[in-house]
């Protein structure tokens, strides 16, 4: 987690010296920060804890919008768990997360370490790499849909000129995700803006002090920068690990919703949405919708108990 | 990999190669969707494909206007937008502000579900929040879509807090002792200095505005109410596609905000990095 300073909040008041006046200025800032918060306050109870429970609650009703729900208790989590497509849901976005987070990560990297090298004409390469991340998730999909036709494709046709006979991509079992993988490090644009300010960060007499030790390039990159650049790195696992249990947008209008082909598209949060709001069994959805929160904490969790080993936190704040 | 000598100069060639190698891969299929935007039908199918094609047919943009109604669309997404922008920007600093600078109990305890609230996952909310706007019967209507951002968003009360956090503390005590009241304090010493993350914010609400795929795709049903992102889907036909007027289409929505960033870069590049490195 980023360092954060709390300082401010244990600041004291003004000093005071009777008791009553004292006590009565301190309800008077009470009274301002709830006041201040009150949207914030409000929007917490309305959007996120209330529906939170609400959605556990939804889990163990067969509610669906056309009639109200009967009280099931686990029911909707054990036919989830002999659900078939439920776990080839389930397969599919380990498969992707396990693949993409890490894959994204080594770019971003390489990107952003040469990215920062001091040549000519760096800002140009920056904004180069950084404009596909701007382009939104729907025209991708339709762009890369287009790029990855495998018959007037351009990318088949580059394959083709070097003598590699294209797949199928999204068309394919087996290549869907690739392709998917493929689509999404496109965008990794602001990841390595990320890791770009991470390395500004790093104090260059370290650097100096490691030449006249003699340590060439690489040494110096592998015992000073890859060290000093974890925190960053941990930021992005923990976020990129989030956000890819949640892929949605890009599977979804690739396949028009339907996970083709043969269910090989069919991620987690599609298959809920589309028990939710294709088949109403909100139900149902909501089940998943808490596993998927409870996947999410265990995964946070378990990221965020590693971090001793392998984060190195500078001396600093 | 920085060093105090530089590089040497086939050193130096060789990362200018891979970089325009690399580059070109990244840039690529933005080109290509600016290349098939003109292309005339004759020439979509062409093998091998051509990137500047030898007739270009503007018309496709016009065509793609009316094919969809393009300017509906349009209307309904800067609705959205602009109405979820002007919500966070009245709500995220005054929060930010109570957790910041106002040294009360809660603050901290508050920031903490704040960060916590940030990690949760849209889904686990989601059907709860349908179901509610459904009997109030707002399904359908643009309203879920813009409401909640008046009730602070976890990410950006983040943001401006930590930029609140690193201005100089002798501000508001100051003037507290001169007995401006809390309001004035902020309205007018807090507000103007944050402005530079005022305007992050208010950018990265426009473009999850203009971008959102998911919010749009739940509670809108009717086309007459569709954003853009659902209405560019009009172009898909049952086995294919109209190519060049979906990719021109692509073109009229990704250009503003590539023309954005150029104009307010740094704030841009400071909502990304915030995050990360703060």
Same mark, same amino acid.
Not at chain 1, 66 to 93: C, H, M, R
Not at chain 1, 187 to 205: K, N
């Given at each position: 987690?980023?360092?954060?300073?709390?300082?401010?909040?244990?600041?004291?008041?003004?000093?005071?010296?009777?008791?009553?006046?004292?006590?009565?200025?301190?309800?008077?800032?009470?009274?301002?920060?709830?006041?201040?918060?009150?949207?914030?306050?409000?929007?917490?109870?309305?959007?996120?804890?209330?529906?939170?429970?609400?959605?556990?609650?939804?889990?163990?009703?067969?509610?669906?919008?056309?009639?109200?729900?009967?009280?099931?208790?686990?029911?909707?989590?054990?036919?989830?768990?002999?659900?078939?497509?439920?776990?080839?849901?389930?397969?599919?976005?380990?498969?992707?997360?396990?693949?993409?987070?890490?894959l994204s990560i080594v770019v971003g990297i390489i990107l952003a370490l040469l990215l920062n090298?001091?040549?000519?004409?760096?800002?140009?390469?920056?904004?180069?790499?950084?404009?596909?991340?701007?382009?939104?998730?729907?025209?991708?999909?339709?762009?890369?849909?287009?790029?990855?036709?495998?018959?007037?494709?351009?990318?088949?046709?580059?394959?083709?000129?070097?003598?590699?006979?294209?797949?199928?991509?999204?068309?394919?079992?087996?290549?869907?995700?690739?392709?998917?993988?493929?689509?999404?490090?496109?965008?990794?644009?602001?990841?390595?803006?990320?890791?770009?300010?991470?390395?500004?960060?790093i104090p260059q007499d370290y650097y100096d002090a490691a030449h006249v030790d003699g340590a060439?390039?690489?040494?110096?990159?592998?015992?000073?920068?890859?060290?000093?650049?974890?925190?960053?790195?941990?930021?992005?696992?923990?976020?990129?690990?989030?956000?890819?249990?949640?892929?949605?947008?890009?599977?979804?209008?690739?396949?028009?919703?339907?996970?083709?082909?043969?269910?090989?598209?069919?991620?987690?949060?599609?298959?809920?949405?589309?028990?939710?709001?294709?088949?109403?069994?909100?139900?149902?959805?909501?089940?998943?919708?808490?596993?998927?929160?409870?996947?999410?904490?265990?995964?946070?969790?378990?990221?965020?108990?590693?971090?001793?080993?392998?984060?190195?936190?500078?001396?600093?704040? | 990999?920085?060093?105090?000598?530089?590089?040497?100069?086939?050193?130096?060639?060789?990362?200018?190669?891979?970089?325009?190698?690399? &580059? @070109?891969?990244?840039?690529?299929?933005? =080109? +290509?969707?600016?290349?098939?935007?003109?292309? %005339?039908?004759?020439?979509?199918? *062409?093998?091998?494909?051509?990137?500047?094609?030898?007739?270009?047919?503007?018309?496709?943009?016009?065509?793609?206007?009316?094919?969809?109604?393009?300017?509906?669309?349009?209307?309904?997404?800067?609705?959205?937008?602009?109405?979820?922008?002007?919500?966070?920007?009245l709500s995220c600093p005054l929060v930010a502000y109570s957790l910041a600078r106002i040294p009360?109990?809660?603050?901290?305890?508050?920031?903490?579900?704040?960060?916590?609230?940030?990690?949760?996952?849209?889904?686990?909310?989601?059907?709860?929040?349908?179901?509610?706007?459904?009997?109030? &019967? @707002?399904?359908?209507?643009?309203?879920? =879509? +813009?409401?909640?951002?008046?009730?602070?968003? %976890?990410?950006?009360?983040?943001? *401006?807090?930590?930029?609140?956090?690193?201005?100089?503390?002798?501000?508001?005590?100051?003037?507290?002792?001169?007995?401006?009241?809390?309001?004035?304090?902020?309205?007018?010493?807090?507000?103007?200095?944050?402005?530079?993350?005022?305007?992050?914010?208010?950018?990265?609400?426009?473009?999850?505005?203009?971008?959102?795929?998911?919010?749009?795709?739940?509670?809108?049903?009717?086309?007459?109410?569709?954003?853009?992102?659902?209405?560019?889907?009009?172009?898909?036909?049952?086995?294919?596609?109209?190519?060049?007027?979906?990719?021109?289409?692509?073109?009229?929505?990704?250009?503003?905000?590539? =023309?954005?960033?150029?104009?307010?870069?740094?704030?841009?590049?400071?909502?990304?990095?915030?995050?990360?490195?703060?």
């Amino acid at each position: 987690m980023p360092a954060i300073e709390t300082s401010a909040v244990q600041r004291t008041a003004p000093v005071s010296g009777i008791k009553r006046t004292k006590s009565g200025f301190e309800r008077k800032i009470t009274l301002f920060g709830v006041l201040f918060a009150l949207p914030w306050i409000v929007g917490l109870l309305l959007f996120h804890a209330f529906p939170l429970i609400m959605s556990a609650y939804y889990s163990m009703t067969s509610y669906s919008i056309l009639e109200p729900g009967e009280w099931v208790g686990f029911a909707n989590y054990k036919t989830l768990f002999q659900d078939e497509v439920f776990w080839i849901s389930i397969y599919n976005t380990l498969y992707y997360t396990v693949i993409f987070v890490p894959l994204s990560i080594v770019v971003g990297i390489i990107l952003a370490l040469l990215l920062n090298l001091k040549i000519r004409g760096q800002g140009i390469y920056r904004t180069l790499f950084f404009i596909p991340s701007l382009v939104p998730p729907i025209a991708t999909t339709i762009i890369w849909l287009w790029l990855l036709n495998p018959q007037f494709g351009l990318v088949n046709y580059w394959l083709d000129k070097i003598g590699i006979a294209g797949p199928p991509w999204i068309g394919s079992e087996f290549w869907s995700k690739p392709s998917l993988i493929l689509m999404s490090l496109w965008g990794t644009g602001q990841a390595v803006v990320i890791y770009l300010a991470g390395l500004q960060d790093i104090p260059q007499d370290y650097y100096d002090a490691a030449h006249v030790d003699g340590a060439g390039p690489w040494q110096r990159t592998r015992t000073i920068t890859l060290p000093l650049l974890t925190p960053v790195i941990f930021f992005n696992l923990i976020m990129g690990t989030i956000g890819a249990l949640q892929n949605f947008v890009l599977p979804y209008a690739l396949t028009n919703g339907q996970g083709t082909p043969a269910n090989s598209m069919m991620f987690y949060v599609m298959y809920l949405y589309r028990n939710g709001f294709g088949y109403l069994k909100m139900g149902y959805a909501s089940a998943m919708a808490w596993i998927l929160f409870l996947i999410v904490v265990l995964l946070t969790a378990i990221i965020f108990s590693s971090q001793k080993r392998w984060v190195h936190y500078q001396g600093k704040e | 990999m920085a060093t105090r000598k530089g590089l040497g100069a086939v050193q130096t060639v060789l990362i200018h190669a891979f970089l325009i190698v690399v &580059g @070109l891969f990244f840039l690529s299929p933005f =080109l +290509w969707m600016v290349s098939t935007s003109i292309k %005339p039908n004759s020439e979509l199918f *062409l093998w091998p494909p051509k990137w500047i094609p030898d007739v270009m047919e503007w018309s496709n943009y016009p065509k793609a206007i009316d094919y969809i109604p393009f300017f509906k669309y349009l209307a309904n997404t800067v609705t959205i937008a602009g109405l979820a922008t002007v919500g966070v920007l009245l709500s995220c600093p005054l929060v930010a502000y109570s957790l910041a600078r106002i040294p009360w109990k809660g603050a901290k305890p508050l920031f903490a579900v704040t960060l916590m609230v940030m990690m949760l996952p849209y889904q686990a909310t989601m059907i709860p929040i349908f179901i509610a706007f459904k009997n109030l &019967g @707002l399904v359908g209507t643009k309203m879920p =879509l +813009w409401f909640p951002a008046f009730f602070g968003a %976890p990410f950006y009360i983040f943001l *401006l807090r930590q930029f609140f956090m690193g201005l100089p503390k002798e501000l508001e005590d100051a003037a507290r002792i001169d007995g401006a009241s809390e309001m004035r304090i902020y309205g007018q010493i807090m507000l103007p200095l944050c402005r530079p993350a005022l305007l992050t914010i208010a950018l990265f609400q426009l473009m999850g505005s203009w971008n959102d795929y998911q919010g749009p795709l739940i509670y809108l049903s009717d086309e007459s109410q569709y954003t853009l992102m659902l209405g560019v889907q009009g172009f898909k036909t049952q086995h294919s596609a109209e190519w060049q007027m979906m990719m021109a289409t692509l073109v009229m929505i990704t250009f503003p905000i590539i =023309l954005l960033y150029f104009f307010v870069q740094k704030a841009f590049i400071r909502g990304i990095t915030f995050s990360g490195i703060k």
